[in-house]
């Protein structure tokens, strides 16, 4: 098998665009936009700048963002990592089209990490300089395999781990830069009325319902999960509908916890200080809970629990089945889209509200983990708190007392979580929520 070797001249650009239309509509692209905006973009920019006479160059990363995908110019690559993580996409698609559909391509586009340059590679011994575009090649031997960059396993671990991944930082000046960030965060009128309360702080965590059941087969208990039951409520509604059920179905007594509650956690918790904060799992809280602390919740709609009663009061009618949100005066839809191995967009919602007692609410839910993941690190950066993308919004936050709500989309690719924007907001009725007298 030979190794392909960098061209010491480069095809023409009349056949590298021809390649680059062969790619672009190959199986393995024609799905996804991202790859094939990205990929022209760099193509283009590659040659352009080769053919100015001063040599081809590689486009710096806020280039690729705001040119190929159309990202504002207030674009942070230090704090958006969606660029890097579609680069490293896009290396993974070239490597499979030439392994495939692009098995008999006389060079190959070729993306080296560390950059976002090209380079060509040849898998023939002669060159394709003048190689005519009609003419099939003869079978080339294919290339060595490139590793694609090895994405850690994203493992859900016990909550402490969270808690010494946020305070062991090191370095002088990250930390000082950290301290006026935070100052600034908790500045913020999203923040503010929570973090100068004297009540203490309840976190909850949304885990999922889950059941065990003995395997018929094997006589092994195991966990279940049945998708239509969030709740002892609805575990006793399924009883009742299915009664034969009841001896063989029972609540678990372990909680099942998806990636959301850790890494959300994990961006907000550094704004917690107080020795009076508390953890919980929403299938623990108590009415109780909901009258004596504030309550920051973190988690799926479905697993709101006892915290459910936010739904009366909002503005954005949540569908489960559907997975959209719609604004009942506007009429204004927002739903899931995509494929989770693909490009795909989640929305979810961070709502503030006051309580029975006086208290206060922070809820933090979406469809599904990303929009929970990035609600809470938009909610924790600076940059975004007080971008102008936030202040088109200040209408409803900026009285501290208001009880308002914000929507998020949440954008990731390949279950890679990318990024997300503030794209509606409302006030909320609070009489509802608490079923108050009019």
Request: glycine residues 4%.
């Amino acid at each position: 098998m030979n190794k392909p070797v960098e061209l010491t001249r480069e095809p023409s650009t009349q056949v590298i665009q021809a390649q680059l239309v062969r790619i672009t509509q190959s199986k393995g692209f024609e799905r996804s936009k991202i790859n094939c905006k990205l990929l022209s973009f760099l193509v283009n920019y590659h040659l352009e700048s080769r053919d100015s006479g001063q040599g081809a160059k590689a486009p710096k990363e806020i280039e690729i963002a705001i040119g190929a995908l159309g990202k504002a110019e207030d674009f942070n690559p230090s704090e958006d990592s969606s660029i890097r993580v579609y680069i490293s996409n896009l290396r993974k698609k070239l490597e499979t089209y030439y392994q495939t559909e692009g098995a008999e391509e006389l060079f190959q586009i070729n993306i080296p990490t560390g950059g976002y340059g090209l380079e060509f590679y040849s898998v023939e011994p002669n060159t394709v300089e003048d190689a005519p575009e009609q003419v099939p090649a003869e079978k080339s031997n294919k290339p060595l395999k490139y590793k694609p960059w090895l994405w850690p396993a994203l493992v859900v671990s016990v909550l402490i781990n969270v808690l010494l991944l946020v305070t062991n930082f090191t370095g002088t000046n990250s930390e000082v830069k950290q301290l006026d960030s935070k100052a600034q965060i908790k500045q913020h009128s999203i923040w503010q009325p929570l973090l100068t309360s004297d009540k203490p702080i309840l976190i909850v965590i949304g885990d999922l319902y889950m059941l065990t059941e003995v395997d018929p087969d094997t006589r092994i208990l195991r966990a279940v999960r049945e998708f239509s039951i969030n709740s002892d409520a609805q575990f006793e509604a399924f009883l009742q509908r299915f009664p034969n059920k009841r001896t063989k179905l029972n609540k678990a007594s372990s909680a099942f916890l998806l990636k959301n509650s850790v890494f959300a956690l994990q961006h907000l918790l550094p704004l917690f200080e107080q020795p009076s904060t508390t953890i919980r799992l929403a299938s623990d809280l108590t009415a109780s809970d909901l009258r004596d602390f504030n309550v920051v919740y973190l988690g799926l709609y479905k697993s709101l629990g006892l915290l459910d009663a936010y739904l009366q009061g909002t503005n954005f009618k949540l569908s489960e089945e559907y997975s959209a949100l719609k604004h009942t005066r506007s009429g204004k839809s927002y739903a899931v889209t995509g494929d989770l191995e693909q490009e795909y967009t989640d929305y979810g919602s961070f709502a503030k509200f006051s309580g029975p007692s006086g208290n206060l609410f922070y809820i933090i839910a979406g469809f599904s983990d990303s929009s929970v993941i990035q609600i809470a690190k938009y909610l924790s950066s600076s940059n975004k708190l007080f971008s102008k993308e936030m202040a088109q919004h200040s209408h409803v936050y900026q009285d501290t007392s208001a009880n308002y709500e914000l929507i998020f989309s949440a954008s990731s690719f390949d279950r890679t979580d990318l990024d997300s924007k503030l794209v509606d907001s409302d006030l909320l009725n609070i009489k509802t929520i608490w079923a108050m007298p009019d």
